[in-house]
């Protein structure tokens, strides 16, 4: 297993990248029926409280923010991750920086 130097801590980075996203997609929209039923709650529930049907609903600005905050946390994973691999004698100098940049390019993709 390759890496190391930051103890792997860079996967909480990726996993934090990828509930924001989701948070994102799921923005407002009405929850499925699995998704209900995740929630334990009773049907009556949902005739008392209609909007427990859908997710959280964030101002269109809220969601921007979210979305710059989205870039950088990418940014922030591939960075942690190539310097881990470099720090961890995975890879030299020039494999880091071209990694480096192959990895941001595919991010902007």
Not at 5 to 21: K, P, V
Not at 53 to 65: A, G
Request: proline letters at 3%; hydrophobic letters at 30%.
């Amino acid at each position: 297993m390759s890496g190391g130097h930051f103890d792997y801590n860079q996967s909480r980075i990726g996993m934090i990248a990828d509930e924001l996203e989701q948070l994102i997609i799921d923005n407002g929209r009405e929850k499925t029926k699995d998704e209900l039923k995740e929630t334990w709650r009773e049907p009556e529930w949902y005739i008392k409280y209609p909007e427990d049907k859908y997710h959280t609903n964030y101002p269109d600005e809220v969601i921007e923010k979210f979305k710059a905050g989205l870039i950088i946390l990418r940014q922030a994973y591939v960075y942690t991750q190539r310097i881990d691999w470099l720090l961890s004698g995975d890879d030299g100098s020039e494999t880091f920086l071209n990694r480096l940049t192959e990895d941001l390019e595919k991010l902007t993709k």
